[in-house]
């Protein structure tokens, strides 16, 4: 099957679309959002390299963990497109990129069954590290799946509601990080919980972007994000908070002596791109956020890897 293909412009600075053929394989990698994975693969990552050396130590269980942090980011993705169509707030002003149930590339019907096979699928994935973790972890993925829902989806939306940023510093920062560490160790850690506190601090910043872009449009179909609550100026200051703020984590860690100098360093070196785009982000708007939306992802993904390598070549 053919849908229609977006051909995207700017007409008095909203989004416009053409359309011609694409294939319905392409329209839903669209709503997959590959660009967003990398901000659950990063807090990952890092919760199981800190879990490296440790007698136990399970790849599968690694891959286990990092194939359901992706169902579920999944997850999260086309209920945002499924949930944010019924309720009007994505419409023809969006600027960020188009949403295929309100473009009408995927139906509302066929986007609620694919929301529901991920949750799924990741369900059948976690049934797995449920019986790993014990307890706890069942209450995470219950948790899990109804933040899923409850952010875009249900009576009282987070990302609605100025809580996107918060749920997402939750769940893509503390929970990812010091979850994976308890699933490999059967405990947690205070090197846990100060990167999950660093890549949550990452990966909201990218939530941010995305609100700071729509404040207009979001505003306009009263969805009261965070951005839309502080205004564009600080939105702006609270974005470079968020991008400076890991960088004082794990250096403080490292001077009181939680965290070893090699990983703080090598991760660090990040610090270069941060501050790149924090000055983009502070001189762009609208549309030409889009871009930065990526690329801060990238950051909390570069800053993962980093940090991991060094912590794995620190027990060499």
Not at 111 to 119: D, R
Not at 175 to 202: D, K, N
Request: glycine share 10%.
């Amino acid at each position: 099957m053919l849908a229609p293909q977006i051909s995207i412009s700017l007409e008095n600075g909203f989004m416009t679309q053409d359309t011609t053929d694409i294939s319905q394989t392409r329209a839903w990698l669209m709503a997959i959002r590959p660009r967003t994975l990398p901000a659950v693969l990063g807090p990952l990552i890092v919760g199981n390299a800190l879990a490296l050396g440790v007698e136990g130590f399970s790849l599968l269980t690694a891959l286990v963990i990092i194939s359901c942090g992706l169902l579920l980011q999944i997850s999260v993705n086309l209920a945002n497109d499924y949930f944010d169509s019924l309720s009007g707030v994505d419409s023809q002003e969006r600027l960020g990129p188009i949403r295929m149930t309100q473009a009408g590339l995927i139906s509302a019907k066929q986007m609620k069954k694919a929301m529901i096979m991920s949750l799924i699928c990741a369900l059948l994935v976690g049934v797995y590290l449920i019986d790993i973790g014990g307890w706890p972890i069942g209450l995470l993925a219950a948790a899990s799946l109804l933040a899923v829902i409850c952010y875009s989806g249900g009576p009282y939306p987070l990302a609605s509601h100025g809580l996107g940023e918060l749920t997402v510093f939750i769940f893509f920062g503390l929970v990812a990080v010091v979850g994976s560490v308890y699933l490999q160790t059967g405990a947690t850690s205070q090197e846990a919980w100060l990167l999950g506190a660093a890549i949550g601090s990452l990966n909201a910043a990218i939530m941010l972007v995305n609100n700071v872009r729509d404040i207009n449009t979001d505003a306009k179909a009263h969805k009261r994000t965070l951005a839309v609550r502080l205004g564009q100026g600080q939105a702006r200051v609270f974005y470079q908070t968020l991008v400076y703020l890991p960088y004082g984590i794990i250096i403080s860690a490292f001077l009181l002596g939680f965290l070893p100098g090699f990983a703080v360093g090598l991760s660090g070196l990040s610090l270069v791109y941060a501050r790149s785009l924090s000055r983009q982000f502070h001189e762009l708007s609208g549309a030409e956020l889009n871009p930065i939306l990526a690329q801060t992802a990238l950051l909390s993904l570069v800053f993962s890897l980093l940090f991991s390598l060094g912590w794995y070549l620190g027990l060499s």
